[in-house]
Protein backbone atom coordinates (compact mmCIF):
# COMPACT_ATOMS: atom_id res chain seq x y z
CA UNK A 1 0.00 0.00 0.00
CA UNK A 2 1.84 3.12 -1.23
CA UNK A 3 1.27 5.86 0.88
CA UNK A 4 2.99 8.58 -0.55
CA UNK A 5 2.13 8.77 -4.28
CA UNK A 6 3.94 10.54 -7.17
CA UNK A 7 2.49 9.55 -10.59
CA UNK A 8 4.76 11.80 -12.92
CA UNK A 9 8.28 9.70 -13.11
CA UNK A 10 9.53 12.40 -14.77
CA UNK A 11 9.71 16.02 -15.64
CA UNK A 12 11.11 18.12 -17.94
CA UNK A 13 11.36 21.55 -18.18
CA UNK A 14 13.25 24.21 -19.92
CA UNK A 15 15.55 26.35 -17.76
CA UNK A 16 13.86 30.25 -16.21
CA UNK A 17 10.72 28.17 -16.35
CA UNK A 18 8.68 27.03 -13.46
CA UNK A 19 8.72 23.76 -12.19
CA UNK A 20 5.62 21.84 -10.70
CA UNK A 21 6.14 18.37 -8.69
CA UNK A 22 3.34 16.69 -7.20
CA UNK A 23 2.44 14.39 -4.49
CA UNK A 24 -0.36 12.92 -3.32
CA UNK A 25 -0.92 10.88 0.11
CA UNK A 26 -3.73 8.94 1.52
CA UNK A 27 -3.12 8.65 5.28
CA UNK A 28 -5.25 11.44 6.85
CA UNK A 29 -2.60 10.92 9.75
CA UNK A 30 0.37 12.59 8.37
CA UNK A 31 0.90 15.87 9.93
CA UNK A 32 4.36 16.84 8.03
CA UNK A 33 5.85 17.14 5.03
CA UNK A 34 9.23 17.18 3.49
CA UNK A 35 10.76 17.49 -0.61
CA UNK A 36 14.45 15.85 -1.01
CA UNK A 37 16.10 16.06 -4.04
CA UNK A 38 18.44 13.36 -5.06
CA UNK A 39 21.42 13.00 -7.49
CA UNK A 40 22.20 9.03 -8.18
CA UNK A 41 24.39 7.10 -6.18
CA UNK A 42 24.17 9.79 -3.35
CA UNK A 43 21.92 10.41 0.00
CA UNK A 44 19.31 12.70 -0.18
CA UNK A 45 19.21 16.48 0.40
CA UNK A 46 16.76 17.83 2.50
CA UNK A 47 15.19 21.11 0.29
CA UNK A 48 11.71 22.12 1.93
CA UNK A 49 9.26 21.74 4.74
CA UNK A 50 5.91 22.00 5.77
CA UNK A 51 3.86 21.51 8.45
CA UNK A 52 -0.49 20.63 8.39
CA UNK A 53 -1.03 23.41 10.14
CA UNK A 54 0.04 25.82 7.05
CA UNK A 55 -0.59 25.78 3.51
CA UNK A 56 2.57 27.29 2.12
CA UNK A 57 6.55 27.60 3.13
CA UNK A 58 8.70 29.32 0.55
CA UNK A 59 12.44 29.22 1.17
CA UNK A 60 14.02 31.37 -1.89
CA UNK A 61 13.33 29.41 -5.01
CA UNK A 62 11.60 26.72 -3.33
CA UNK A 63 7.54 26.41 -2.45
CA UNK A 64 5.96 24.02 -1.22
CA UNK A 65 2.20 23.90 -1.00
CA UNK A 66 -0.29 22.10 1.26
CA UNK A 67 -3.96 21.24 0.22
CA UNK A 68 -4.75 19.02 3.04
CA UNK A 69 -8.62 18.40 1.70
CA UNK A 70 -7.17 17.29 -1.14
CA UNK A 71 -4.15 14.95 0.62
CA UNK A 72 -1.92 17.11 -2.02
CA UNK A 73 1.32 18.51 -2.11
CA UNK A 74 3.41 20.31 -4.72
CA UNK A 75 6.63 22.01 -4.99
CA UNK A 76 7.39 25.22 -7.23
CA UNK A 77 10.41 25.74 -8.16
CA UNK A 78 10.90 29.08 -10.15
CA UNK A 79 13.25 29.63 -11.76
CA UNK A 80 14.40 25.98 -12.87
CA UNK A 81 17.78 25.58 -13.46
CA UNK A 82 19.71 23.28 -15.04
CA UNK A 83 21.57 22.45 -11.77
CA UNK A 84 18.07 21.27 -10.83
CA UNK A 85 17.93 18.32 -12.59
CA UNK A 86 17.92 15.54 -10.07
CA UNK A 87 15.36 13.24 -8.61
CA UNK A 88 12.58 14.62 -5.86
CA UNK A 89 11.12 13.06 -3.30
CA UNK A 90 8.58 13.73 -1.10
CA UNK A 91 8.10 12.51 2.49
CA UNK A 92 5.46 12.34 4.96
CA UNK A 93 5.31 11.82 8.68
CA UNK A 94 2.62 10.36 11.06
CA UNK A 95 1.67 11.75 14.24
CA UNK A 96 1.88 9.17 17.39
CA UNK A 97 4.71 7.13 15.67
CA UNK A 98 7.41 7.26 18.31
CA UNK A 99 10.42 7.13 16.03
CA UNK A 100 8.63 9.41 13.27
CA UNK A 101 9.74 7.49 10.57
CA UNK A 102 9.07 9.04 7.15
CA UNK A 103 7.11 7.11 4.58
CA UNK A 104 8.81 8.57 0.69
CA UNK A 105 7.13 8.66 -2.57
CA UNK A 106 8.54 6.68 -5.48
CA UNK A 107 10.28 9.87 -7.27
CA UNK A 108 9.98 12.50 -10.23
CA UNK A 109 12.86 12.69 -12.20
CA UNK A 110 13.39 16.33 -12.98
CA UNK A 111 15.70 17.21 -16.19
CA UNK A 112 15.78 21.07 -16.44
CA UNK A 113 17.40 21.62 -20.11
CA UNK A 114 19.27 25.28 -21.02
CA UNK B 1 25.06 22.20 10.17
CA UNK B 2 22.86 18.88 10.12
CA UNK B 3 26.04 16.68 8.27
CA UNK B 4 25.78 12.81 8.35
CA UNK B 5 28.63 10.89 7.27
CA UNK B 6 28.21 7.66 5.87
CA UNK B 7 31.27 5.48 5.11
CA UNK B 8 32.34 3.51 3.18
CA UNK B 9 30.53 4.82 -0.29
CA UNK B 10 31.26 1.56 -2.10
CA UNK B 11 32.31 -1.97 -0.64
CA UNK B 12 32.80 -5.45 -2.85
CA UNK B 13 32.81 -8.18 -0.77
CA UNK B 14 32.70 -12.57 -1.65
CA UNK B 15 29.31 -14.10 -0.88
CA UNK B 16 29.56 -15.37 2.57
CA UNK B 17 31.62 -12.57 4.34
CA UNK B 18 30.26 -9.82 6.65
CA UNK B 19 30.06 -5.88 5.69
CA UNK B 20 30.02 -3.18 8.44
CA UNK B 21 28.78 0.49 7.31
CA UNK B 22 29.06 3.47 9.68
CA UNK B 23 26.81 6.59 9.96
CA UNK B 24 27.97 9.44 11.89
CA UNK B 25 26.03 12.63 12.82
CA UNK B 26 29.04 15.12 12.47
CA UNK B 27 27.71 18.21 14.35
CA UNK B 28 24.87 16.85 15.73
CA UNK B 29 23.41 14.53 18.28
CA UNK B 30 21.23 12.18 17.19
CA UNK B 31 18.85 9.76 19.10
CA UNK B 32 17.18 8.09 16.02
CA UNK B 33 18.75 7.26 13.12
CA UNK B 34 17.09 5.44 10.21
CA UNK B 35 18.52 2.75 7.88
CA UNK B 36 17.18 2.61 4.13
CA UNK B 37 17.66 0.40 1.53
CA UNK B 38 17.34 1.87 -1.97
CA UNK B 39 16.75 -0.67 -5.47
CA UNK B 40 17.34 0.69 -8.64
CA UNK B 41 14.88 3.08 -9.76
CA UNK B 42 12.57 2.82 -6.56
CA UNK B 43 11.93 4.65 -3.47
CA UNK B 44 13.96 4.68 -0.02
CA UNK B 45 12.86 1.69 1.62
CA UNK B 46 12.99 1.78 5.74
CA UNK B 47 14.77 -1.05 7.22
CA UNK B 48 15.72 -0.33 10.26
CA UNK B 49 15.33 2.57 13.14
CA UNK B 50 18.03 2.89 15.44
CA UNK B 51 17.94 4.05 18.90
CA UNK B 52 20.89 5.30 20.69
CA UNK B 53 21.17 2.52 23.93
CA UNK B 54 18.58 0.39 22.70
CA UNK B 55 17.33 -2.26 20.26
CA UNK B 56 16.53 -1.25 17.01
CA UNK B 57 13.39 -1.55 15.70
CA UNK B 58 13.14 -3.48 12.17
CA UNK B 59 10.34 -3.03 9.51
CA UNK B 60 8.18 -6.14 8.75
CA UNK B 61 10.05 -8.53 6.23
CA UNK B 62 13.88 -7.21 7.29
CA UNK B 63 15.57 -9.83 9.16
CA UNK B 64 17.25 -8.74 12.28
CA UNK B 65 19.78 -11.35 12.42
CA UNK B 66 20.80 -10.62 8.78
CA UNK B 67 21.11 -7.09 9.30
CA UNK B 68 22.69 -6.03 12.81
CA UNK B 69 22.19 -2.61 14.08
CA UNK B 70 24.51 -0.80 16.33
CA UNK B 71 23.80 2.46 18.10
CA UNK B 72 26.50 2.90 20.43
CA UNK B 73 26.49 6.43 20.90
CA UNK B 74 24.66 9.53 20.31
CA UNK B 75 26.92 10.04 16.39
CA UNK B 76 27.07 6.96 15.83
CA UNK B 77 24.86 3.90 14.28
CA UNK B 78 26.42 0.39 12.58
CA UNK B 79 24.65 -1.63 9.68
CA UNK B 80 26.76 -4.83 9.53
CA UNK B 81 25.25 -7.18 6.41
CA UNK B 82 26.16 -10.49 8.16
CA UNK B 83 26.98 -13.56 5.47
CA UNK B 84 25.87 -11.33 2.49
CA UNK B 85 24.66 -13.26 -0.03
CA UNK B 86 24.32 -11.46 -4.20
CA UNK B 87 20.89 -10.57 -3.78
CA UNK B 88 21.96 -8.29 -0.56
CA UNK B 89 23.44 -6.03 -3.30
CA UNK B 90 22.01 -2.73 -2.75
CA UNK B 91 22.29 0.72 -2.62
CA UNK B 92 22.22 1.44 1.64
CA UNK B 93 21.53 4.97 2.96
CA UNK B 94 21.11 6.11 6.71
CA UNK B 95 19.60 9.21 8.30
CA UNK B 96 20.05 11.36 11.64
CA UNK B 97 17.10 13.05 12.94
CA UNK B 98 17.75 16.44 14.11
CA UNK B 99 15.30 17.83 16.68
CA UNK B 100 14.92 21.39 15.51
CA UNK B 101 11.86 21.91 17.72
CA UNK B 102 8.10 22.27 16.74
CA UNK B 103 5.89 24.76 14.54
CA UNK B 104 2.68 24.93 15.98
CA UNK B 105 2.94 22.13 18.21
CA UNK B 106 3.82 19.78 15.35
CA UNK B 107 7.73 18.31 15.41
CA UNK B 108 9.43 19.24 13.13
CA UNK B 109 10.52 16.00 11.66
CA UNK B 110 13.61 16.46 9.61
CA UNK B 111 15.86 13.95 8.84
CA UNK B 112 19.42 14.15 7.19
CA UNK B 113 20.66 11.05 4.97
CA UNK B 114 24.28 9.97 4.53
CA UNK B 115 25.74 9.93 1.05
CA UNK B 116 25.02 5.98 0.94
CA UNK B 117 26.89 3.03 0.53
CA UNK B 118 26.67 0.67 -2.62
CA UNK B 119 27.21 -3.19 -1.49
CA UNK B 120 28.32 -5.62 -4.45
CA UNK B 121 28.20 -9.08 -3.30
CA UNK B 122 30.03 -11.59 -5.62
Known amino acids: DQQVKQNSPSLSVQEGRISILNCDYT??????FLWYKKYPAEGPTFLIS?????DKNEDGRFTVFLNKSAKHLSLHIVPSQPGDSAVYFC?????????????FGTGTRLLVSP | GAVVSQHPSWVICKSGTSVKIECRSLDFQATTMFWYRQFPKQSLMLMATSNEGSKATYEQGVEKDKFLINHASLTLSTLTVTSAHPEDSSFYIC??????????????????FGAGTRLSVL
Open chain 2, 95 to 112: SARDNPGTEFGIAKNIQY
Open chain 1, 50 to 54: ISSIK
Open chain 1, 91 to 103: AASRKNTGFQKLV
Open chain 1, 27 to 32: NSMFDY
